[in-house]
């Protein structure tokens, strides 16, 4: 009598869902569905509503849907840089990756259409934008830095579609745009080894890590000053001030660190130390918008 056959192992779909979640980034979708709320204030809406709810959910599905589509893009490299991804990783395949995007930018739009047509419009333009970025910018010197900080930025000016637009948008929206712009070349420093392998030039690559950890510094301190703005030109109070020092002592603290020069696992602590600095950033704006 033959033994039995083996039994076969079902997928493990619980880890496939896990991987698709990961690959979106959810958190980096929270912050641009905190950021549309946080615009929706600067504009003068009321932020508990159905509108500014579809607009922010628009803006966090679409934000993952580049995401996805990064991820896509980029498994050459992030074999080196972050191998533990789901792509890199193969806990995910390149086919699903690109349907999940598919399906995220599609609900993204649906979101941001049952917000308005303005949000429609204004949505598709950054998906527009996002696709750009991970097929073409993201490779080149500084227009990927800069792509991503045009696209960071635009999140306010999204949530503060209505009749007061753009209200006070502008303020978060040029904070956030220097801060991704500066955040992004401290990334480039760490993903120097993939980029170089897979012949991107981007600005480490192309000018040097020194020329580029100062340029990000600059950037830094650039924004530490520009920060105090809202408060001379009395558009908020002291509120905001106090709430702001905790951002600009982070922002100090990373430009004394790229002057000194970061290796690429540097380079990585700092940019993960950073991003708590845009929630930090959103609440600086929300107590200077109260204190009003």
Not at 71 to 90: H, K, M, Q, S
Not at 171 to 188: L, T, Y
Request: charge should be positive; glycine fraction near 10%.
């Amino acid at each position: 009598m033959g033994r039995p056959a083996a039994a076969v192992d079902p997928p493990d779909r619980s880890a496939a869902v896990v991987a698709l979640w990961v690959l979106a980034r959810p958190w980096n979708a929270l912050i641009t569905a905190l950021s549309v709320a946080v615009g929706a204030l600067t504009g003068g809406l009321p932020i508990v509503s159905a509108r500014v709810a579809l607009a922010a959910l628009g803006a966090a599905l679409i934000a993952g849907a580049g995401n996805a589509l990064n991820d896509w893009v980029d498994v050459a490299t992030d074999r080196v840089n972050r191998p533990e991804r789901p792509l890199p990783a193969g806990r995910l395949s390149r086919r699903a990756a690109l349907v999940e995007a598919a399906l995220l930018a599609g609900g993204g739009l649906a979101a941001a259409a049952a917000a308005s047509g303005w949000h429609l419009l204004v949505g598709a333009a950054v998906l527009a934008g996002l696709i750009a970025y991970d097929l073409r910018l993201k490779a080149t010197v500084l227009w990927g830095n800069l792509a991503v900080a045009a696209l960071a930025a635009a999140a306010f000016p999204y949530g503060a579609l209505g009749p007061h637009w753009p209200g006070r948008s502008w303020a978060p929206a040029v904070f956030a745009g220097v801060f991704h712009f500066g955040r992004e070349i401290v990334k480039d420093l760490e993903d120097t080894a993939g980029d170089q392998a897979c012949g991107l030039r981007t600005l480490p690559l192309a000018h040097g890590r020194r020329a580029a950890a100062r340029l990000a510094a600059v950037t830094f301190l650039c924004l530490a000053a520009a920060t105090w703005y809202p408060w001379l030109s009395h558009t908020y109070g002291r509120a905001y001030l106090a709430a702001v020092f905790p951002v600009d002592a982070l922002l100090l603290v990373a430009a004394a660190a790229l002057l000194r020069g970061l290796t690429p696992a540097g380079s990585g602590l700092l940019a993960r130390c950073l991003k708590p600095g845009m929630l930090l950033g959103l609440l600086a704006i929300v107590i200077g918008e109260l204190g009003r």
